[in-house]
């Protein structure tokens, strides 16, 4: 999906809140992630999880350019449906 929406300046960041380093690692390390990771080692007490209001995970948090969230998902499912609305 990143490599589809490049193109019109979408960016995607991962916004991990696991407690250890090490399990981040070994669960990226199977996986195609090409975009960044933010790390918060201090779970869903953090700040990231805060700052953001994390929950449930995934959460899927849609940024705009200007900064300012557009829609919090729950389900990747929304997602492609979401992008092609807001990038037209």
């Given amino acids: 999906m990143q490599a589809k ?3 019109k300046g979408l960016q995607f960041v991962g916004l991990n809140v696991d407690m250890e380093r090490n399990d981040v690692k070994s669960f990226l390390q199977g996986k195609r992630v090409a975009w960044p990771q933010l790390m918060d080692g201090d779970g869903v ?3 990231l999880a805060a700052r953001f209001g994390l ?3 995934p959460t899927l948090i849609l940024i705009g350019a200007d900064g300012k ?3 919090v998902m729950e389900s990747a ?3 492609g449906d979401e992008l092609d609305k807001l990038l037209r």
């Fill in 5 to 7: 929406y490049a193109s």
């Fill in 77 to 79: 499912a929304e997602l």
């Fill in 45 to 47: 007490d953090g700040a």
């Fill in 55 to 57: 929950v449930n995970f």
């Fill in 69 to 71: 969230v557009v829609k």
